[in-house]
């Protein structure tokens, strides 16, 4: 009906209810836009880039799949229309059509169907999310698709189960059906019937709501599943069990019924809400008024607070805005930064800023990817007294203390542009003396990585001279991933993305030693 009302958590709760029934089930994410992948969509409009280990740059969605399950996604599981058509098209030029006439049907949609039998093959249940609203244009060929695959594969074996919204009307004082009707009848056009609804409102929905949903998108009121607003999306698993939706689940597809053991989200939830204290954390991006741009980032804090018993209070400053007034009355107030990633030199100068502040104030921090390399020129600036700067942002500066990899591989080169990007899980090889050590408590670590520019090594005896030490470094490359400061409580930037590896259940390390250095600093 709309989009955001939650198809991703809602498919990722699913997938709880099945794991924690004994069932071996993965998801993928069906995307009608025409973009390969989302790497080169902005994070205003898309929200964050999600980078899996096997380095695809995929859709949040594919974020809430890995919080909420313990399987990994991969590049197969985030396809788009822009994947689908590329292929297609591809294997048309090398003649593998032996000169038929390359159709939407069946050409397009066998390609959809082969991409979702593939992902599931090691697997009990797929869960498929298909991205966008009914109606949509871009968003016919994977419908079609999906309506193809219960004539493929039977009808137990597919069972269809429709995300729609229900509106409340302030001045009537109802909620209204009508737009979960339309949505279903435009998908009954389509060949596809429902098999359960869940609707989303703002309050549970009553017995003869129910009934009358029932009766006008031809479903039983069982199958009429009620998702009002949730104080935490971590809760969605027990909504749905408490309406007995994995009974439905196998009535349909005649699963073997397994007990249900959501025990641990139940405990989570509840110890969510019963934490009684905050802490501040301000988050310095350029991104600050749109929450999905961080959205892993937001939830590796919270994990890291619910394991630590404590809520955590992110304040969002734009980078671009940040003033010397604006520094301080907003990092003042807080008990630790974090400058996250990102791309290109807008925002940079204040980002930088609220950096200085931190290694001068004893401020806890922690710097992600470019938030890691920004740490490395401010440093390099205000300590070594350097006119330095990445090439990103100025590729005529005197000290490129950031570059592209291929300056390093190839200095120089002539060419500006085209580095090799670092993309996916990397292993690192860390110093035990360090407080990244500390927190893994391991000397080898693996994380994803995203990113182009690296710590020029001709900078590094200076910077460890001065007191920035360099703690972490890749075991292919060699390539500068960690810096700390000597003499800071807790100062920490790394090349990685540690978010993409946080679980509900399993806050994730650097995380939780940040949360740790901010209490530290409120005692």
């Known amino acids: 009906v709309v989009s955001s009302l939650g198809k991703g958590v809602l498919s990722a709760s699913v997938g709880v209810l099945l794991e924690r029934s004994g069932y071996r089930v993965t998801c993928m994410k069906l995307d009608p836009y025409i973009n390969v992948d989302p790497g080169t969509m902005s994070p205003s409009e898309h929200g964050e880039v999600y980078v899996t280990e096997d380095g695809a740059e995929t859709d949040l969605d594919l974020g809430h799949y890995e919080r909420f ?29 032996l000169g038929a ?18 992902v599931g093959e090691q697997y009990d249940v797929t869960l498929v999310e298909v991205g966008g609203t009914v109606g949509d244009i871009e968003s016919l060929p994977f419908l079609e698709a999906i309506r193809q695959m219960r004539i493929r594969h039977g009808s137990s074996k597919v069972m269809y189960v429709h995300l729609t919204l229900l509106p409340y009307i302030q ?45 006008f998108t031809n479903l039983v009121p069982e199958c009429v599943v009620s998702l009002p607003d949730v104080a935490s999306i971590y809760s969605v698993p027990e909504v749905l069990a408490k309406q007995s939706f994995m009974d439905l689940i196998v009535k349909h597809t005649g699963l073997v019924p397994q007990p249900l053991d959501i025990a641990p989200w139940v405990d989570l939830v509840a110890r969510e809400a019963a934490v009684s204290r905050s802490i501040k954390i301000a988050l310095v991006g350029k991104y600050s008024g749109v929450g ?17 018993d404590v809520k955590i209070e992110l304040v969002f400053v734009d980078a671009e805005q940040l003033s010397a007034e604006i520094l ?44 890691m390399q920004l740490a490395v020129i401010e440093f390099c600036r205000s300590v070594l007294g350097l006119d330095a700067n990445s090439t990103e942002i100025d590729s005529d500066c005197n000290d490129p203390v950031v570059c592209l990899i ?81 003499d800071h409580p807790w100062f920490v930037a790394c090349q990685c993305h540690p978010e993409f590896g946080s679980r509900p259940l399993q806050p994730h390390p650097l995380f939780v030693a940040l949360v740790q250095a901010a209490l530290q600093r409120e005692v």
């Open 406 to 486: 291929n300056e390093l591989q190839a200095s120089g080169s002539d060419e500006k542009k085209g580095g090799t990007m670092r993309l996916g899980s990397i292993e690192d090889t860390l110093l035990v003396d360090s407080k990244i050590f500390a927190a893994y408590q391991a000397e080898k670590i693996s994380e994803r990585h995203r990113h182009r520019y690296e710590v020029n090594p001709k900078y590094i005896d200076l910077m460890q001279a001065q007191g920035m030490r360099v703690t972490g470094r890749s075991v292919e490359g060699d390539y500068v991933d960690v810096v700390e400061l000597k």
């Open 292 to 308: 999905d741009a961080y959205k892993s980032l937001r939830e590796a804090c919270r994990h890291a607070g619910i394991g630590l």
């Open 69 to 97: 399950l313990s399987v990994k996604m991969h590049k197969a599981n985030s396809v788009t229309s822009g994947q689908v058509y590329a292929e297609v098209i591809r294997k048309e030029r090398r003649g593998d059509y």
């Open 328 to 371: 301080e009355n907003k990092l003042s107030e807080v008990s630790a930064l974090i400058v996250p990633g990102g791309f290109g030199p807008r925002g940079a100068e204040g980002k930088m800023r609220a950096i200085r502040y931190a290694r001068e104030s004893g401020l806890p921090f922690l710097g992600i990817c470019f938030g």
């Open 101 to 118: 006439t390359v159709q939407v049907i069946p050409h397009i949609t066998d390609h959809i169907q082969q991409s979702i039998e593939q």
């Open 171 to 215: 001045t009537a004082g109802e909620l209204k059906t009508k737009p979960t009707q339309h949505s279903v009848k435009e998908l009954r056009s389509i060949g596809i019937q429902p098999d359960v609804l869940v609707c989303r409102s703002d309050r549970e929905i009553s017995a003869a709501g129910r009934k009358k949903i029932g009766l």
